[in-house]
Protein backbone atom coordinates (compact mmCIF):
# COMPACT_ATOMS: atom_id res chain seq x y z
CA UNK A 1 0.00 0.00 0.00
CA UNK A 2 1.41 3.49 -1.18
CA UNK A 3 -0.97 6.16 -0.17
CA UNK A 4 0.21 10.05 -0.27
CA UNK A 5 2.48 11.13 2.94
CA UNK A 6 1.00 12.62 5.83
CA UNK A 7 1.43 16.31 4.67
CA UNK A 8 1.00 17.51 8.22
CA UNK A 9 3.90 15.11 9.34
CA UNK A 10 6.31 17.20 7.22
CA UNK A 11 5.51 20.29 9.00
CA UNK A 12 5.46 18.63 12.43
CA UNK A 13 8.77 17.87 11.73
CA UNK A 14 10.12 21.61 9.98
CA UNK A 15 8.97 22.52 13.42
CA UNK A 16 10.57 20.06 15.74
CA UNK A 17 13.79 21.62 13.31
CA UNK A 18 12.78 25.42 13.85
CA UNK A 19 12.37 24.78 17.87
CA UNK A 20 15.56 22.70 17.86
CA UNK A 21 17.47 25.69 16.23
CA UNK A 22 16.05 28.59 18.21
CA UNK A 23 16.98 26.44 21.35
CA UNK A 24 20.60 26.08 20.52
CA UNK A 25 20.73 29.81 19.42
CA UNK A 26 19.43 30.78 23.14
CA UNK A 27 21.45 28.17 25.00
CA UNK A 28 24.64 29.42 23.17
CA UNK A 29 23.31 33.48 23.83
CA UNK A 30 23.22 32.25 27.62
CA UNK A 31 26.77 32.76 29.28
CA UNK A 32 28.60 30.07 31.49
CA UNK A 33 27.39 30.33 34.85
CA UNK A 34 23.76 29.49 33.26
CA UNK A 35 24.52 27.05 31.33
CA UNK A 36 26.39 25.42 34.66
CA UNK A 37 23.10 25.95 36.29
CA UNK A 38 21.36 24.06 33.65
CA UNK A 39 23.26 21.08 33.58
CA UNK A 40 22.13 19.21 36.54
CA UNK A 41 23.02 15.33 35.59
CA UNK A 42 26.84 17.30 35.77
CA UNK A 43 27.39 15.81 32.11
CA UNK A 44 31.04 16.34 30.14
CA UNK A 45 30.58 18.96 27.91
CA UNK A 46 30.97 17.13 24.58
CA UNK A 47 28.53 14.91 26.06
CA UNK A 48 25.81 17.33 25.97
CA UNK A 49 26.96 19.05 22.42
CA UNK A 50 26.60 15.13 20.96
CA UNK A 51 23.22 14.65 22.52
CA UNK A 52 21.62 18.08 21.32
CA UNK A 53 22.94 18.00 17.62
CA UNK A 54 22.16 14.07 17.58
CA UNK A 55 18.43 15.22 18.78
CA UNK A 56 18.06 17.96 15.76
CA UNK A 57 19.01 15.44 13.17
CA UNK A 58 16.23 12.84 14.39
CA UNK A 59 13.95 15.92 13.29
CA UNK A 60 16.11 16.81 9.80
CA UNK A 61 16.46 13.73 8.27
CA UNK A 62 12.84 13.28 7.94
CA UNK A 63 11.66 16.51 7.37
CA UNK A 64 14.04 16.39 4.46
CA UNK A 65 12.72 13.26 3.04
CA UNK A 66 8.85 14.66 3.40
CA UNK A 67 9.97 17.62 1.51
CA UNK A 68 12.05 16.99 -1.17
CA UNK A 69 11.97 12.98 -1.66
CA UNK A 70 15.19 12.35 -1.84
CA UNK A 71 15.99 8.98 -0.83
CA UNK A 72 17.21 8.15 3.17
CA UNK A 73 20.96 8.27 2.24
CA UNK A 74 20.90 11.43 0.73
CA UNK A 75 18.45 13.29 3.37
CA UNK A 76 21.12 11.87 5.92
CA UNK A 77 23.93 13.54 4.35
CA UNK A 78 22.76 17.30 4.01
CA UNK A 79 21.18 16.66 7.28
CA UNK A 80 24.91 15.68 8.43
CA UNK A 81 26.13 18.43 6.63
CA UNK A 82 24.12 21.29 7.39
CA UNK A 83 23.84 21.11 10.98
CA UNK A 84 27.55 20.56 10.92
CA UNK A 85 27.87 23.96 9.09
CA UNK A 86 25.05 25.26 12.30
CA UNK A 87 27.48 23.99 14.81
CA UNK A 88 30.60 25.47 13.37
CA UNK A 89 27.86 28.81 13.32
CA UNK A 90 27.39 28.41 16.93
CA UNK A 91 30.37 28.26 18.28
CA UNK A 92 31.39 31.46 15.94
CA UNK A 93 28.04 33.21 17.75
CA UNK A 94 29.70 32.10 21.13
CA UNK A 95 32.46 33.69 20.44
CA UNK A 96 30.01 37.03 20.93
CA UNK A 97 29.14 36.09 24.13
CA UNK A 98 30.45 37.06 27.35
CA UNK A 99 32.07 34.38 29.15
CA UNK A 100 31.73 31.53 26.92
CA UNK A 101 34.69 29.88 25.45
CA UNK A 102 34.42 29.95 21.86
CA UNK A 103 35.63 28.80 18.27
CA UNK A 104 36.42 25.20 19.96
CA UNK A 105 36.56 22.61 17.38
CA UNK A 106 36.24 19.67 19.99
CA UNK A 107 32.36 21.47 20.66
CA UNK A 108 32.01 21.57 17.02
CA UNK A 109 33.42 17.77 16.48
CA UNK A 110 30.90 16.52 19.03
CA UNK A 111 28.11 18.49 16.90
CA UNK A 112 29.18 17.00 13.76
CA UNK A 113 29.10 13.53 15.18
CA UNK A 114 26.03 13.95 17.38
CA UNK A 115 24.66 14.33 14.29
CA UNK A 116 26.17 11.74 12.55
CA UNK A 117 25.25 8.87 15.10
CA UNK A 118 21.80 10.13 15.12
CA UNK A 119 21.04 10.51 11.15
CA UNK A 120 21.09 6.52 10.08
CA UNK A 121 18.60 6.21 13.63
CA UNK A 122 16.18 8.52 12.60
CA UNK A 123 16.22 7.41 8.43
CA UNK A 124 15.31 3.89 9.86
CA UNK A 125 12.52 4.69 12.43
CA UNK A 126 11.20 6.68 9.82
CA UNK A 127 11.64 4.66 6.93
CA UNK A 128 10.27 1.75 9.56
CA UNK A 129 7.50 3.80 10.75
CA UNK A 130 6.29 4.97 6.84
CA UNK A 131 6.35 1.70 5.41
CA UNK A 132 4.30 -0.06 7.90
CA UNK A 133 1.69 3.12 8.00
CA UNK A 134 2.06 3.36 3.83
CA UNK A 135 2.90 6.72 3.86
CA UNK A 136 6.14 5.98 2.10
CA UNK A 137 6.88 9.39 0.62
CA UNK A 138 7.90 8.74 -3.62
CA UNK A 139 11.73 8.43 -4.22
CA UNK A 140 13.80 5.75 -3.12
Not at 115 to 123: E, F, S, T
Request: proline content about 4%; overall charge neutral; some cysteine.
Amino acid sequence: MNRQPMHWFGWVCWLGVVIWTCTIFYLSSLGSQDIEGMNVFDMNDKLLHFAAFFSGVLALVPALRHTWRWPWRKCCIVAIACLSIYGALDEVHQNFTPSRSALDVWDWLADTLGAAAGAPLAAFVHAYISRKTGTTPQGN
